[in-house]
C-alpha cells in the first residue's frame, strides 16, 4: 500500500465540512469506507477520498458504486481499503488515484474481474 493520510471520523468531518454523526450515517449507507487503525485502534478514512468540489471539498463521486461492487464480491472495508490503496498494474495506478481521474469505467471492469 502506498503511503496514505488517514483521517479519523470527527477530523473528516472537519475537512468536509459536516458532523461526525453524518460521516457516520455515510459509512453507514456505503458512502464511504474505513478502518480501524493505529495505536488506539481509531475508526480511520483515507483523505485521498475527498477531492474539490464546486461547494469546497466532496467524497468522490464514483466511490459509492465501486465499494457496492467490491462488497457483492464479498470485501470487507478492510479488504475494499487493501483494493482501493493498492498498486493495480491494470490501471498503471491505486485504484483510488484511478478514481480521483475520472476512470470509473477501467476502475470497475478490474473489479469486475474480482466476482
Request: charged content about 30%; glycine content about 8%; overall charge negative.
Amino acid at each position: 500500500m502506498t503511503d496514505v493520510a488517514w483521517l479519523t471520523v470527527p477530523d473528516f468531518a472537519d475537512q468536509l465540512g459536516t458532523t461526525p454523526s453524518e460521516v457516520r450515517e455515510m459509512l453507514r449507507e456505503g458512502h464511504l469506507f474505513a478502518v480501524r487503525r493505529g495505536e488506539r485502534q481509531t475508526l480511520q478514512i483515507p483523505a485521498d477520498v475527498l477531492v474539490d468540489g464546486e461547494a469546497g471539498p466532496e467524497v468522490i463521486a464514483t466511490l459509492r458504486g465501486t465499494l457496492t461492487l467490491l462488497r457483492d464480491a464479498g470485501m470487507d472495508d478492510a479488504e475494499c481499503a487493501d483494493w482501493l490503496l493498492a498498486e493495480e498494474p491494470e490501471l498503471g495506478m491505486t485504484p483510488l488515484e484511478a478514481l480521483r481521474q475520472g476512470r470509473r469505467a477501467h476502475v470497475r471492469r478490474v473489479a469486475q474481474a474480482l466476482l
